[in-house]
């Protein structure tokens, strides 16, 4: 996280993640990240990136957004490497950083390939 935040501190809420506590194939995990920002040029999310704390690469995602994306929210499907937390960690246009995680019980792991 340290990478990405520049050493930065994160702090804990305004980030939302929504996943299914119980996914039969981590080949095709939904996930769904929510910041709560008014998005105005003033006061916006610059960046949501997505974690993964088992997958050989735990960087999964980024996505830019700003004040024109209207909303905070990035809808998508992640491979998970088994059972794990999956944190979010949001970049904002006063420089702060905030984070918000889930834990996913995955039956079928994927990502056994990568290296």
Known sequence: MRQITGGAAVATGRVTVDTPRLADNGH?????????SPMTPADHVRSITLLSERNPRPVMATFHLGPKSGRAQVTTRVRLNGSQRVRAVAQLSDGSWWSGDAEVEVTESACLDAT
Do not use: C, E
């Open 28 to 36: 095709s995990v939904p996930l769904s990240v929510r910041v709560a």
